[in-house]
């Protein structure tokens, strides 16, 4: 389970947003943790305390390597288990996830990809039920999914009287169209929410403006 480039600007997005407020006893819900990384990023910018389930044991097993060897190990417990079996105590004021599922593309040959990034373990419609139950009234989620999801995934919200708040919309470069779509939605109404968007590259190997700006707390190299 490689560190893409599109998680990591994800979760830089996910914590500029919550760098805004006071996130203190406040808790959140890493879903498809993989190696940690999102759990990590939110950890470092705000004083969530962090759940984070994760199936795939080697994936569980590294995220438990990253997380002890970090300064946030206390704001962060990890658990291995399939969400439909994760059964917390308590609602959470922040659900994000980079989802394990791909619905409708073509699947690899390798079964531990295919759990990690297909329906064959987990379906949008099962995920947002599971979130619904578990989100605090006042709570927010955060989901990044392939752009070409965007259409669907507003539909489920609508019948489930979901709410956007705010989407980001990726390109690899101007050249490219649209590759990833972050989102931000609650059960509270909103206004109109006008999308916005960021390209990774400027031109080859040089990153944006916008990007160095949300991931400069992260990378050591920009």
């Given at each position: 389970?490689?560190?893409?480039?599109?998680?990591?600007?994800?979760?830089?997005?996910i914590g500029k947003y919550w760098n805004d407020f006071d996130s203190t006893n406040l808790n959140a819900l890493d879903i498809g943790a993989g190696t940690g990384l999102l759990s990590l990023m939110l950890a470092q910018q705000t004083n969530f305390i962090i759940d984070a389930v994760e199936i795939n044991e080697d994936a569980y097993t590294q995220a438990s390597e990253n997380v002890t060897r970090s300064p946030w190990e206390n704001k962060i417990h990890l658990h291995h288990r399939a969400l439909q079996d994760f059964e917390p105590q308590k609602k959470y004021d922040f659900i994000f996830s980079n989802p394990p599922f791909f619905e409708g593309d073509l699947?690899?040959?390798d079964d531990a990809q295919n759990l990690a990034k297909h329906h064959a373990g987990l379906t949008l419609e099962v995920?947002?039920?599971?979130?619904?139950?578990?989100?605090?009234?006042?709570?927010?989620v955060a989901i990044l999914l392939p752009y070409h999801r965007m259409a669907y995934f507003e539909n489920l919200l609508n019948k489930n009287s979901m709410h956007l708040q705010k989407q980001l919309h990726v390109k690899q470069t101007p050249k490219h169209a649209f590759f990833r779509s972050m989102l931000l939605f609650s059960k509270k109404e909103n206004t109109v929410v006008s999308p916005s968007f960021i390209t990774i590259y400027e031109a080859e190997k040089q990153?944006?403006?916008?990007?160095?700006?949300?991931?400069?707390?992260?990378?050591?190299n920009l």
């Open positions: 389970m490689k560190v893409c480039t599109d998680a990591c600007l994800f979760g830089a997005w699947m690899s040959g995920w947002l039920e599971w979130v619904m139950l578990h989100l605090n009234e006042e709570g927010k990153y944006s403006t916008s990007f160095v700006e949300l991931l400069m707390p992260y990378y050591l």
